[in-house]
């Protein structure tokens, strides 16, 4: 199992699983994701920046925390590399950890509507669609999820 520890967006192992990140939606849905995502809304107070690492220490998975509304944190950029199984789902657990930690009563999230296993993942994992919220307000590609956190 994955170790999971907060680290800076822009270390050298964050810019390649974003990349990589990047490229693979892309690839899915013609858009890399990276018009809505900006390193800086991770590095502010109330934010995080989730490295997975496996058992050697490679980076393998990364996910991260914004604030976006009073008690509500937005996931933005989560990823597993392929070959790695349960790191989405840890890796989630940890920033849904994290987030109550923080002090956040709810997580939202946003994903494309043509990522059906990503909409899966989420789903199984006790999010639910909410409407679309945001920059993601009348994007019909868009998918917007919520969780409640235990207080």
Request: proline share 5%; aromatic share 8%; charged share 20%.
């Amino acid at each position: 199992m994955p170790t999971f520890r907060a680290e800076d967006p822009g270390s050298a192992d964050a810019v390649a699983l974003i990349d990589a990140l990047s490229a693979a939606l892309a690839a899915l849905t013609g858009d890399s994701g990276r018009s809505s995502f900006a390193i800086d809304d991770v590095r502010a107070a109330g934010a995080c920046f989730a490295v997975a690492r496996d058992a050697n220490g490679h980076a393998v998975g990364c996910g991260a925390l914004r604030p976006l509304a009073d008690g509500i944190a937005e996931v933005k950029r989560m990823f597993a590399r392929p070959g790695h199984p349960g790191t989405g789902s840890a890796l989630l657990a940890f920033l849904e950890a994290r987030a109550a930690a923080l002090g956040y009563v709810a997580i939202w999230l946003e994903t494309r509507a043509v990522n059906q296993r990503a909409l899966r993942f989420y789903l199984a994992r006790g999010y639910a669609a909410i409407p679309n919220y945001g920059r993601y307000a009348g994007n019909a590609q868009a998918v917007c999820l919520a969780k409640q956190l235990p207080r």
